[in-house]
């Protein structure tokens, strides 16, 4: 099954004259990790904005998990966006007024779908995927703005993960950590995908982690708008 396909699609902002995306086709498929690279203003930050809804297309088609998403009205957008995608932002994004505990419940919080995946308490689950992601149990009670960087990223991923969502999309997630300690976060981050036979699409600008995925695309290559502006 093909998690993403996109197809003709343009993107640009209103009042603006030139597309910032031309892709003509992209298909991810179900349970691939891919690495999405590319060098600043080559798109990627609209690109994620429109896979997750939060933009829509100027034409062309989304479809993600076989159902046309660029078509869905807002609110079906956050719906859905609720119920099959886990999101790692760059700067985490944790409630700072919430235990580490509850971060990691919060999409168990608004979709039902991703709660009854759950056969454990959820509380049982969000401790297991963060053993699973070595956070240490010390960590637990203690508040968010008292765990180091790299505690924190594991606790976004165990947001983001949590309920078996089919698509995981993390934003440059190890940007702030040295390269041994991206890559062994980004193999422990594998295995949860693989365990909820999720689809990982993992944008960096580190290309020495691109040998640890499935495929590589550079969208500098396959956006048209870029390929064809004079930067």
Same mark, same amino acid.
């Given at each position: 099954m093909n998690v993403i396909e996109l197809s003709n699609l343009t993107f640009r902002w209103p009042k603006q004259m030139e597309n910032l995306l031309e892709i003509p086709s992209l298909t991810i498929k179900q349970g691939e990790k891919v690495f999405l690279k590319g060098p600043s203003g080559s798109g990627k930050s609209s690109l994620l904005s429109l896979l997750t809804g939060i933009s829509q297309p100027t034409s062309g088609e989304i479809n993600l998990l076989?159902? &046309?998403? *660029?078509? +869905?009205?807002?609110?079906? %957008?956050?719906? =859905?966006?609720?119920?099959?995608?886990?999101?790692?932002?760059?700067?985490?994004?944790?409630?700072?007024?919430?235990?580490?505990?509850?971060?990691?419940?919060?999409?168990c919080r608004f979709s039902t779908r991703r709660k009854v995946q759950i056969k454990n308490t959820l509380e049982a689950e969000a401790k297991r995927i963060l053993s699973h992601l070595h956070l240490p149990q010390s960590c637990l009670n203690r508040p968010i703005t008292e765990l180091s960087i790299?505690?924190?990223?594991?606790?976004?991923?165990?947001?983001?993960?949590?309920?078996?969502?089919?698509?995981?999309?993390?934003?440059? &997630?190890? *940007?702030? +950590?040295?390269?041994?300690? %991206?890559?062994? =976060?980004?193999?422990?981050l594998m295995k949860e995908c693989e365990q909820a036979q999720t689809t990982l699409l993992f944008v960096s600008h580190d290309a020495t982690l691109e040998s640890l995925f499935d495929r590589s695309i550079a969208l500098n290559d396959i956006n048209q708008a870029y390929k064809g502006s004079k930067r």
């Open positions: 076989q159902q &046309p998403f *660029s078509h +869905l009205e807002s609110t079906q %957008r956050d719906k =859905f966006r609720a119920d099959h995608i886990g999101y790692i932002f760059q700067m985490f994004n944790l409630l700072p007024y919430l235990s580490v505990i509850d971060n990691v419940l919060l999409p790299g505690q924190q990223q594991r606790v976004a991923a165990a947001r983001a993960i949590i309920g078996q969502p089919e698509l995981l999309i993390a934003d440059e &997630p190890t *940007s702030a +950590l040295d390269h041994d300690n %991206r890559e062994a =976060f980004i193999e422990l």
